[in-house]
Nanobody, 120 residues
Framework: VQLQASGGGLVQAGGSLRLSCAASGSIAGINYMAWYRQPPGKQRELVAKITSDGNLNYADSVKGRFTISRDNAKNIVDLQMNSLKPEDTAIYYC???????????????WGQGTQVTVSS
């Protein structure tokens, strides 16, 4: 199973970016997909999460600015980031909790991380 993230980059404050993550491999089902971020010198934190039945969870710091969406058929999760602030600068990681085929318990998988830099 692999999670391939894309879409990071450099943007000015107030701008927008869209991150995308595709899960591939021997996947039987995905419980939820999420985006985490790790700012410089800080711990990794949850940004947004979406479950298989569409339940959403956002960090307070991004509510109203970020939108997570998911294509269940393609195992893709996107993060639309608007009104970006310098404090959104971080490495963003895609995460999935999923069942591999013939597996009884779900496991956690992480993408490689993509850099988002917001200049003031």
């Amino acid at each position: 199973v692999q999670l391939q993230a894309s879409g990071g980059g450099l943007v000015q404050a107030g701008g927008s970016l869209r991150l995308s993550c595709a899960a591939s491999g021997s996947i039987a089902g995905i419980n939820y997909m999420a985006w985490y971020r790790q700012p410089p010198g800080k711990q990794r934190e949850l940004v947004a999460k979406i479950t298989s039945d569409g339940n959403l969870n956002y960090a307070d710091s991004v509510k109203g600015r970020f939108t997570i969406s998911r294509d269940n058929a393609k195992n893709i999760v996107d993060l639309q980031m608007n009104s970006l602030k310098p404090e959104d600068t971080a490495i963003y990681y895609c995460h999935a909790n999923l069942y591999r085929r013939y597996q009884m318990r779900p496991d956690d998988y992480w993408g490689q991380g993509t850099q988002v830099t917001v200049s003031s």
